[in-house]
T-cell receptor
């Protein structure tokens, strides 16, 4: 089954404790991206990657890091989480410039709470 | 600065009614306008999309209307059903694809039986 898989789905942590949210896709997509969803703010892009070893900042990158060492994986790293990073996070992927319809495929989300 | 403005924030309609969601954009370089549907506990999923060379696109009960001169586009859901209850996001991008897709703030639709 074609899918984008995120882990963990739910996480409660404390301020300053480094954490990583993993994202993996099995569709051979070139493009991957992270979004955060907050009430009243919609979906805001954190980072994106056009291909392996190519990453760039989105609209709200502060406090986050990413890496793209393999085509299928795009982990989101919070080096020192703070309460304002409490949010619902989505990883997404698409064929990007490989072609396709432009459709972005989303994971089921990771709900993060930072105390 | 919000690049895609969506309204209303929420909408309640009766079963069988028409749901209309509006979006306005500022950047005239946008050339791809998708709508995403999100059910509770799930990620958004593409519902329907339009490119600016057409003024309307219909897929089943869902229709996108596009007004390039007004920089507006809207989603119409005909014969709304309780199963349509979800959050709807409009979005826009440059280059015809999903890179740097900019989303509206979303609209929660409730369809009462």
């Amino acid at each position: 089954e074609a899918q984008v898989t995120q882990n963990p789905r739910y996480l409660i942590t404390v301020t300053g404790k480094k954490l990583t949210v993993t994202c993996s896709q099995n569709m051979n997509h070139e493009y991957m991206s992270w979004y955060r969803q907050d009430p009243g703010l919609g979906l805001r892009q954190i980072y994106y990657s056009m291909n392996v070893e190519v990453t760039d900042k989105g609209d709200v990158p502060e406090g986050y890091k990413v890496s793209r060492k393999e085509k299928r994986n795009f982990p989101l790293i919070l080096e020192s989480p703070s309460p304002n990073q409490t949010s619902l996070y989505f990883c997404a992927s698409s064929f990007g410039r490989q072609g396709g319809t432009g459709e972005l495929f989303f994971g089921e989300g990771s709900r993060l709470t930072v105390l | 600065q919000q690049q895609v403005k969506q309204s209303p924030q929420s909408l309640i309609v009766q079963k069988g009614g028409i749901s209309i969601i509006n979006c306005a954009y500022e950047n005239t370089a946008f050339d791809y306008f998708p709508w995403y549907q999100q059910f509770p506990g799930k990620g958004p999923a593409l519902l329907i999309a339009i490119r600016p060379d057409v003024s309307e696109k219909k897929e089943g009960r869902f229709t996108i209307s596009f007004n390039k001169s007004a920089k507006q586009f809207s989603l119409h859901i005909m014969d709304s059903q309780p199963g349509d209850s979800a959050t709807y996001f409009c979005a826009a991008s440059i280059g015809g694809g999903s890179e740097k897709l900019v989303f509206g703030k979303g609209m929660k639709l409730t369809v009462n039986p």
